[in-house]
Nanobody, 121 residues
Framework: QVQLVESGGGLVQAGGSLRLSCAPS????????MGWFRQAPGKERELVGG????????WYADSVKGRFTISRDNAKRMVYLQMNSLEPDDTAVYYC??????????????WGQGTQVTVSS
């Protein structure tokens, strides 16, 4: 079993920055690819991006490319989502996940509880 705990959400003004953290534990979590997803009110959950277990490969949704950066520190067992130039459309609950077989359709086995990010205009 893998447990995931997100933190770092909050309220920020448009143009600001936030860094979310995901603390995976159990189930060889440091050797798993990780994904970040988000779900806005009334919308389906969508992929934000992901990172390979080594940290060498990352991928992002077009909507966040150039603004968001995913990184990890396997020694600390942490995965991060650095969000810059935030926009009101980035307002959502953000989730980290692993055990994903299809990132495009959010098909993952393990999910965190989510952390709320609200961007005010």
């Amino acid at each position: 079993q893998v447990q995931l705990v997100e933190s770092g959400g909050g309220l920020v003004q448009a143009g600001g920055s936030l860094r979310l953290s995901c603390a995976p534990s159990g189930g060889a979590s440091s050797t798993r690819d990780m994904g970040w997803f988000r779900q806005a009110p009334g919308k389906e959950r969508e992929l934000v991006g992901g990172i390979s277990w080594s940290g060498y490969n990352t991928w992002y949704a077009d909507s966040v490319k150039g603004r968001f950066t995913i990184s990890r520190d396997n020694a600390k067992r942490m995965v991060y989502l650095q969000m810059n130039s935030l926009e009101p459309d980035d307002t959502a609950v953000y989730y980290c996940a692993t055990g994903c077989t299809n990132y495009a359709t959010s098909r993952c086995v393990y999910w965190g509880q989510g952390t709320q990010v609200t961007v005010s205009s």
